[in-house]
């Protein structure tokens, strides 16, 4: 499974972007995906989860209400979309395949990942 994040770029405080992965090759269309983001000098982080059918979906504290996450299984792709974004939000974001058709908030539960898209938010 190939996966590629697509949507990021610069925004000021308070605005939005929405991000985008596909998966190309053995489809995740019947396993959990999740997005993930990683800032300079931290670990990588949970934002966001969904199952296989997308009947289920999870975030982190931080980004709840804010963000929300959504897939559409006839087109492999999966999305994220973030409002009211904050310069906190900084980092360059992963989308992943999960082990299971579940939900998982831990990198361990992710076989398959993207590339990153940087995604910055200026004060």
């Known amino acids: 499974v190939q996966l590629q994040a697509s949507g990021g770029g610069l925004v000021q405080a308070g605005g939005s972007l929405r991000l985008s992965c596909a998966a190309r090759g053995r489809t995740s269309s019947n396993n959990g995906m999740g997005w993930f983001r990683q800032a300079p000098g931290e670990e990588r982080e949970f934002v966001a989860t969904?199952?296989?059918?997308?009947?289920?979906?999870a975030y982190a504290d931080s980004v709840k209400g804010r963000f929300t996450i959504s897939r559409d299984r006839t087109k492999n792709t999966v999305l994220l979309q973030m409002n009211n974004l904050r310069p906190e939000d900084t980092a360059v974001y992963y989308c992943a395949s999960a082990r299971s058709s579940y939900l998982a908030n831990f990198p361990s539960g992710y076989r398959y990942w993207g590339r990153g898209t940087q995604v910055t938010v200026s004060s």
């Open positions: 969904i199952d296989w059918n997308g009947g289920s979906t």
